[in-house]
């Protein structure tokens, strides 16, 4: 697909001003309640639709389906990372009035470094077609694992990332507002806020070994894969705030994430060896695959919500929630 210059700059345009917008209407330490997350959820979802819909009109239908679909598979796998989130804030009791600034920057450093794995899979994938069954291989052992409950939990004390950053620059123990540098004793130090920020991006290098492989499955043109990453990346903050506090109510989901990476394997499978092998072979259309991704994320939530987790109730009879935010106080150790 011939996506012309302006295009490019239009999507640019867009990003920079919604960043903008974001960042002054959460200036400082600031606390994202239900009711605003709801707000800038349904307005990120609006505004991806949106564009779908301009990429329909401007380069084809095709063009607008492709990217719906990218977008839709980035945003329910990106549901993972939201749980990581939840841990990483957690193991450093990150003040919920600090969450926001974390998360803004983390996305911003997901936007560059999603940008380069995008650019440096859809270069392979142009020049060694058959490192696509590669990449379904990825994907159908990730499924293998979620449906298996085999999924690997995350440490973030053990983030190589963060043990080279304290190699580099020494980091205290306590918080400084939203300060990610302070001076002590005449020395620059980082503040756990920092720590904090890197261990988020090392969390969403990890997840981009399954996102890379599964948008290639539904599109190689740079464009679209990288627009649906950034707007599905864009909405995750607003959709944590959303969430919190809530995810673990959506206990089905990962047997739905599977099915979708398990497809989504299989699609990669045929596409390669159309590719490949035989183009007889039928490949699986993106509107299929975006039929196929709506019904079972949709099913998955319903049915956590029909059939809620027995452990769900406490001992005095009241909800547990997922993730317990802290207030205030020391962080754990950075």
């Known amino acids: 697909m011939d996506v012309p210059l302006w295009g490019w700059a239009a999507f640019g345009a867009v990003v920079v001003i919604m960043l903008a917008i974001d960042l002054l209407a959460h200036r400082g330490a600031h606390v994202i309640q239900f009711k605003e997350a709801a707000w800038w959820s349904a307005g990120w979802v609006g505004l991806s639709l949106v564009f779908a819909v301009v990429l329909a009109m401007t380069l ?3 063009a607008g389906v ?3 679909t990218a977008w839709l598979l980035e945003k329910s ?3 993972d990372n939201l749980f990581v989130f939840a841990l990483i804030f957690g193991y450093f009791k990150v003040p919920r009035e600090y969450q926001h600034r974390v998360l803004f920057f983390g996305v911003i450093g997901a936007l560059v470094f999603r940008g380069i794995f995008l650019a440096a899979g859809v270069a392979i994938v142009s020049q060694f077609t058959a490192v696509l069954f590669v990449f379904a291989a990825i994907l159908l052992y990730s499924a293998f694992k979620l449906m298996k409950d085999e999924d690997e939990s995350y440490d973030p004390g053990k983030s190589v990332a963060l043990r080279l950053m304290r190699k580099v620059i020494p980091v205290r123990e306590e918080y400084a507002g939203t300060k990610f540098f302070v001076r002590e004793l005449g020395k620059r130090v980082a503040t756990p806020l920092l720590a904090v920020v890197v261990a988020i991006e090392a969390a ?3 997840f981009a070994v399954d ?3 599964a948008v290639l499955a539904v599109s190689d043109d740079p464009f679209i894969v990288y627009s649906s990453n950034a707007f599905a990346i864009l ?4 959709l944590y705030f959303l969430l919190s506090g809530l995810l673990e109510k959506f206990h089905y989901l ?3 994430l599977a099915i979708i990476l398990a497809f989504i394997g299989v699609k990669l499978v045929m596409q390669a060896s159309h590719k490949v092998i035989d183009s007889s072979i039928p490949e699986i259309p993106s509107l299929l695959s975006l039929g196929v991704i709506i019904v079972v994320l949709t099913g998955s939530i319903v049915l956590s919500l029909l059939k809620p987790p027995a452990e769900e109730v406490d001992d005095d009879g009241g909800d547990e929630l997922a993730v317990q935010q802290p207030a205030a106080g020391t962080p754990a150790k950075a």
């Open 66 to 68: 492709d990217f719906t």
């Open 254 to 256: 990962s047997k739905g």
């Open 204 to 206: 969403d290098l990890v």
């Open 60 to 62: 084809g239908t095709d």
């Open 235 to 238: 909405g995750l903050r607003a």
């Open 77 to 79: 796998l990106s549901v």
């Open 211 to 213: 996102s890379v492989p």
